[in-house]
């Protein structure tokens, strides 16, 4: 069987296990895949001067597919974060990530099924920052008509494709008239052009308390840059934390699929990462490189060990490091 090449960035923190996790488990579901794999971000920058190799960005050029782990950026001060860079760089304007009630795992809410699907690439993130003085600084927020419609297209589309019922729109339209105004209005426009799907909107601060309240009522949901960075952590506080959350960065031509969670480099090198996340993140990729069936039988083994309950990492409230957990993993695959 032809194998597909996909890039892998190992990246910081945790990154490195989670990538070594991903593999074992790929490895044992049989995925039809090759690696170029990548050391890349803070910890390469201090080795050799660079946070991305340039073999590593002509190595996605040519694949066009990246697993990616998470880098760290340092807060305040030093380099652009290399994930901004890239999602700029390759134009990936969707980042599409999943949030979903997982039976075995207890938390306040049950039927939680939201996708949210955030503007990735401008916004508050395309680091537009003037310093006028000492005491005041500019940062500019950039939204522009295309980006606009790429990332709400996108949304409604999947909707389609998945059988969705509802787009909600998150803005903050009252304030930020004009950037947020734009955004919701488009909105309007091209939901007028998907008559079956319901269209609504909601202002992100009363959306905030929503998702804490009644999460089920929201379907799909579609926002600028930095409301979706805030309201994908929230919502992956709903379902079990950041340990259970993929994500896709999607763009005409080039996709990359990492966790929603950062480095942690609170636990980074103990092996008791929720390797989760990544292993979705994964499947999603196994998925856009029409290997449904092997996602499949991957996402059926973490389903059937999660239900087991008897080997789950600790932030899901188990006893398991991540080795214990691929393990269990594997064994059912
Ligand atoms: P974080 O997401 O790395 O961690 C937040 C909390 O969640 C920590 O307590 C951590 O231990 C826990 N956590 C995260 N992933 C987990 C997992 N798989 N299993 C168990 N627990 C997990 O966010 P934080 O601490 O704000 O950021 C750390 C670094 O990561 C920063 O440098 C930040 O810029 C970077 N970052 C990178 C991202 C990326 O590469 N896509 C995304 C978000 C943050």
């Given at each position: 069987?032809?194998?597909?090449t ?33 050391d890349?971000?803070e ?16 190595s ?42 997982i ?18 690439t ?8 003037d ?16 980006a ?6 996108a ?20 304030i ?29 601060d ?35 934390g ?13 996709a990359?699929?990492?966790a ?29 490189l ?30 398991a ?6 393990d ?6």
């Amino acid at each position: 069987m032809d194998k597909h090449t996909v890039t892998v960035f190992r990246g910081d923190g945790i990154g490195p296990e989670l990538v070594e996790a991903a593999m074992k488990v790929l490895d044992c579901a049989g995925a039809p895949l090759s690696y170029e794999v990548f050391d890349v971000g803070e910890a390469e920058y201090e080795r050799n001067g660079k946070l991305i190799p340039d073999e590593a960005l002509a190595s996605f050029e040519r694949t066009r597919v990246m697993l990616k782990s998470p880098i760290t950026t340092p807060v305040g001060k030093g380099f652009r974060s290399l994930n901004v860079t890239l999602r700029g760089k390759y134009n990936l304007y969707a980042n599409i990530r999943p949030v979903k009630s997982i039976p075995a795992i207890e938390t306040p809410f049950k039927n939680v099924d939201i996708v949210i699907f955030r503007e990735n690439t401008e916004g508050l993130y395309a680091g537009v920052e003037d310093v006028i003085s000492e005491d005041e600084v500019h940062a500019l927020k950039i939204v522009t008509r295309p980006a606009c419609e790429n990332i709400i297209r996108a949304a409604f589309d999947y909707a389609v494709k998945n059988g969705r019922k509802k787009v909600t729109c998150v803005h903050k339209a009252n304030i930020i008239k004009r950037a947020d105004g734009m955004f919701l209005s488009i909105f309007r426009d091209i939901a007028k052009e998907y008559p079956d799907i319901e269209a609504d909107d909601k202002i992100i601060d009363n959306t905030c308390m929503q998702l804490v309240m009644r999460p089920e009522q929201f379907d799909i949901m579609v926002m600028q840059n930095l409301y979706g960075d805030i309201l994908s952590d929230l919502c992956s506080g709903l379902v079990g934390g950041l340990g259970v959350v993929p994500s896709s960065n999607m763009g005409a031509d080039h996709a990359m699929f990492e966790a929603v969670h950062g480095s942690a480099p609170d636990i980074a090198g103990q092996r008791i990462a929720n390797p989760t996340a990544f292993l979705w993140s994964a499947c999603l990729m196994l998925d856009h490189l029409g290997e449904k069936d092997c996602a499949d039988r991957i996402r059926n083994a973490i389903d059937q060990v999660l239900n087991e309950g008897k080997h789950l990492t600790r932030d899901l409230h188990g006893n398991a490091g991540m080795d214990e957990y691929v393990d269990a993993i594997c064994e059912k695959l």
